[in-house]
């Protein structure tokens, strides 16, 4: 008779002290009152030895999950069940009179549960459980709670859809499955083999000791010398990294000084890019200029090429974008433009002219002199027709500090004008505003200035200027590379692609 039991799935509690045992039924001995266990599971976890065996003194309750039937079905009533998993209805067994041995009692086929359909959502369906299912609503809350407080509680697939399931809780029907097959959802997703849950944490820490880092590093670095494949270097050089505007691509070596003058220049600058800009004498600068307008560069070119680069100078100067646009019309900048008698001041008239054009609020001071230079009286009527205001005397200049004083009263050849009240007042007037000072085409240092500049512009190629010239800046005037080459300067353009580069100090 006990050996019609064998191959059942039973659950034995042994009590608070041993807790609650699983597993397949794999003998039972009558005489000794012994019940083995194969493969079980203590507290829902699995045990490391492969069987246990039992005393009837220390059960006190045992319960049959399973009973195989005819061809190893694993059938108990009704309904199928997956080995070692917890089925729904189960046959119970109670403790005898003597305590010694236990009486089987049959489940009751009469009160079979009812079908209900597969509950796919916990929140929206209930299921039903059936009267033999209430009796042992208890001790499934003991159960799920022994699990819950154990000691290596894995809450993962099997272990917990498996072994925390109701005894005798009826399996949920499925509708609406391919080929009507009854499977459920968690069992497709999470239903894996329990055995194959590891009984350790898998240490991390030493499995990366085992790896050597260093080593494998060095056998690829040794494959890669062999195999040739970094042709470039060394392994253990870093590869050269190029900035957006500098060339990768291999090329002569750059001359820097690209500008030969005939004379040693006592005074040098040099570019952003590195490029030597060599200073000259003002004869060989007044020789250039008088060849080039001879070619055709007349006064009127020069005057007007110096203009647009000085008012686009002064324009930066001023703000640029920032300053200058539609929704700055309450910060319109204002600028005092000092000129002298002399085509130093038409140069200075015909930047007036374009910064007027470019809403810039122009004051021009002029002395007066009853005959002026042809270059004087054309660049004023041109002024004229601009928004600019002309002045004649120190009083009508503002009180207030201005945005920018442009200085254009210096001349090279007329040192006399240096005595005239009128420069002296307007000298002393600079000095006093307070605004930044910027002098297009100053004398040479020999002459002493009267007002400090903050920034200087020269014309073509530098001047020899003094420390009160302040920064200087070189403005291309057009003139062609021959014209240098007559005079003889081996030129070469150092604008790129400006037409007012900054010059440094070497």
């Given at each position: ?6 191959g ?18 794999s ?19 699995k ?5 246990v065996t ?21 059938q ?26 236990k009486?089987?009692?049959?489940p ?10 597969r509950?796919?959502?916990?929140k ?16 499934m ?11 290596g509680?894995r809450?993962?697939?099997?272990s ?7 005894p005798?809780?009826?399996t ?18 999470f ?5 194959e ?16 880092k ?9 494959y ?10 060394t ?46 004498s ?11 307008e001879?070619?055709g560069?007349?006064l009127e070119?020069r ?14 100067l001023?703000?640029g974008?920032?300053?200058?646009n ?20 038409a ?11 470019h ?38 200049l503002?009180d ?5 004083v442009?200085n254009?009263?210096?001349?090279h ?50 001047l ?29 353009s150092p604008?790129?692609c400006?037409?007012?580069?900054p010059?440094?100090?070497t």
């Amino acid at each position: 008779m006990a050996t019609d039991w064998l191959g059942s799935i039973v659950s034995i509690n042994c009590g608070e002290s041993l807790g609650v045992y699983q597993g397949r039924v794999s003998a039972v001995d009558q005489v000794s009152q012994t019940i083995s266990l194969t493969r079980p599971f203590h507290n829902g976890v699995k045990c490391l030895v492969p069987e246990v065996t039992f005393r009837a003194g220390d059960i006190t309750e045992l319960k049959i999950l399973e009973i195989p039937g005819p061809g190893d079905s694993r059938q108990c009533g009704d309904q199928q069940h997956s080995e070692m998993g917890i089925p729904g209805v189960g046959c119970q067994v109670g403790p005898s009179q003597n305590g010694n041995g236990k009486t089987l009692k049959k489940p009751m086929s009469s009160s079979a549960p009812q079908n209900i359909p597969r509950r796919t959502d916990m929140k929206n369906q209930d299921i039903i459980i059936s009267p033999q299912q209430q009796c042992s609503k208890s001790y499934m809350d003991r159960h799920v709670e022994t699990l819950t407080q154990s000691k290596g509680f894995r809450r993962r697939h099997n272990s917990w859809s498996s072994s925390s399931r109701h005894p005798n809780q009826v399996t949920p029907k499925k509708s609406g499955l391919k080929n009507g097959q009854m499977k459920n959802k968690d069992d497709e997703c999470f239903g894996d083999d329990i055995d194959e849950i590891p009984d350790t944490d898998f240490d991390f820490e030493g499995n990366l000791a085992l790896f050597d880092k260093a080593a494998v590093f060095e056998e690829i670095e040794t494959y890669e010398r062999r195999s040739g494949t970094r042709s470039r270097g060394t392994p253990n050089e870093k590869p050269a990294r190029y900035r957006h505007d500098e060339n990768i691509l291999e090329s002569e070596p750059i001359v820097y000084r690209r500008i030969v003058v005939p004379q040693n220049a006592n005074k040098e600058f040099c570019t952003d890019s590195g490029l030597v800009v060599p200073c000259v004498s003002y004869e060989l600068h007044k020789k250039l200029l008088s060849v080039a307008e001879r070619h055709g560069l007349t006064l009127e070119r020069r005057l007007e090429m110096t203009g647009v680069c000085a008012s686009q100078m002064a324009l930066s100067l001023l703000g640029g974008p920032n300053r200058l646009n539609p929704k700055n019309v309450h910060q319109r900048p204002t600028v005092a433009l000092l000129c002298g008698p002399h085509v130093k001041g038409a140069q200075g008239i015909s930047c007036g002219r374009h910064l007027s054009n470019h809403d810039v609020h122009v004051i021009l001071f002029l002395p007066n002199f009853v005959k002026m230079l042809e270059s004087i009286t054309n660049e004023l009527n041109l002024f004229s027709k601009t928004q600019g205001q002309q002045v004649s005397s120190v009083k009508d200049l503002p009180d207030t500090p201005v945005d920018l004083v442009i200085n254009c009263l210096d001349c090279h050849e007329n040192a006399f004008l240096r005595d005239q009240p009128w420069y002296k007042a307007v000298v002393d007037w600079a000095n006093q505003n307070r605004a930044p000072v910027l002098s297009i085409d100053p004398p040479i240092s020999e002459m002493e200035l009267g007002i400090d500049a903050k920034w200087s512009l020269a014309l073509g190629l530098p001047l020899p200027l003094g420390e009160r010239a302040g920064r200087v800046y070189l403005c291309d005037i057009g003139i062609p590379q021959k014209v240098f080459q007559e005079v003889g300067i081996n030129y070469h353009s150092p604008f790129g692609c400006k037409f007012v580069i900054p010059l440094h100090s070497t």
